[in-house]
């Protein structure tokens, strides 16, 4: 066993700022150890490394012990998220009773979120959920090659459609995921992924949630990146996703980027990354287009350029790492 895992402890706890009934509060963030998503054992989707998060043999008293870990660190928080590595009504990770005690712990928050792959989510679970809770689905996208290709996530658009219909047929809400720049794709053909996901999740949708890609350790997307062969997407593709669809959807539209301004999260020059992700979460919470507006910086020329270079060369490697590399060989 891993030394510095312990089973009765969290993964991680800690607090943020979200939304609920139309304002802003203060949030509880848990993630869960459970015994692992079991799509990931079926060889899992390219971009998701939090297989690093689970553990073999996890009891109902290891979660238990989580829980009574986390109740600690509860201060009333009107929002809790409830994360594992996989999905919260799978029961190889979360039992039925054990998904009851955990829901009823945290009954008088105002808002629960967790998350789930379609194949467990049916009118019979949904009648076991209370009214405060919010099911996250990881849609990624709506176009079903890039779903079964890029992603591998093991499902179909459809499929996650249906159970977003069911969900707020049960009086529940939906924050549907989407995945920005997943394997293979160019910036530009991502961002015109991003919007036809965006339009196609707001039929069932409460809130969208764009995820720029985080290169995670020992992943096939990580593999690729390493040798040159992709780069996460820039900060100006996401405010471009998001300025595109603003005013034409009735979800939130939102994104809270894990790993940006690295080399690894979505990144623009480094010079004008702050700003432009400030901007990203001042959109995100009040849905006003102007609060995408950022200072002007050259990189985004680059950008474009980067775009452009894309199509004429028909590839979705890292042009720009490539040229810099030439660049300095030739110093």
């Known amino acids: 066993m891993d030394r510095k895992k ?14 609920s009934s139309g304002r802003t509060v203060d949030a509880m963030v848990i993630i869960l150890r459970t015994n692992g998503c079991s799509w990931a054992r079926k060889g899992g989707c390219t971009m998701c490394g939090y297989a690093s998060a689970s553990m073999s043999g996890i009891t109902a008293g290891d979660l238990m012990g ?68 919010s099911i996250a689905l990881g849609i990624e996208s709506s176009d079903h090659d890039v779903l079964a290709k890029s992603i591998k996530k093991g499902f179909t658009p459809e499929d996650s459609r249906n159970a977003g219909i069911m969900i707020r ?19 530009r053909d991502a961002i015109e992924d991003a919007i036809s996901s965006i339009m196609f999740a707001d039929e069932f949708s409460d809130e969208i949630s764009i995820n720029p890609v985080n290169v995670q350790k020992f992943t096939p997307i990580e ?57 990203v979460e001042r959109f995100s919470f009040s849905q006003n287009i102007k609060d995408l507006d950022t200072d002007a910086c050259r990189c985004r020329d680059t950008w474009l350029e980067v775009m452009r270079s894309e199509v004429l060369l028909g590839t979705s490697s890292d042009v720009q790492r490539a040229i810099d590399n030439d660049l300095a060989i030739g110093k």
């Not at 998350?115 to 009648?127: F, K």
């Not at 047929?169 to 160019?186: I, M, T």
């Not at 040798?227 to 034409?248: H, N, Q, T, V």
């Open 6 to 19: 312990v089973p009765s402890q969290p993964e991680a706890i800690w607090k943020e700022k979200d939304m």
């Open 66 to 133: 989580q829980l009574d870990h986390a109740v600690k660190i509860y201060r009333n928080e009107p929002f809790v998220k409830i994360y594992t590595s996989g999905s919260f009504l799978d029961e190889n990770e979360i039992p039925a009773d054990m998904r009851k005690a955990i829901l009823d712990i945290f009954r008088d928050a105002e808002r629960i979120l967790f998350e789930s792959r379609p194949e467990y989510i049916n009118e019979d679970v949904l009648r076991t959920l209370p009214k405060n809770v």
């Open 169 to 187: 047929k049960a009086g529940l809400k939906v924050r549907a995921y989407l995945l920005l720049k997943p394997l293979y794709l160019s910036e």
């Open 223 to 279: 593999r690729v990146w390493k040798k040159g062969d992709y780069r996460p997407p820039w900060i100006w593709s996401l405010i471009e996703a998001m300025r595109r669809c603003a005013g034409k959807v009735n979800a939130r539209l939102m994104s809270s980027p894990s790993g940006g301004g690295t080399q690894r999260g979505v990144h623009n020059c480094g010079g004008c990354d702050r700003k432009a992700l400030d901007a």
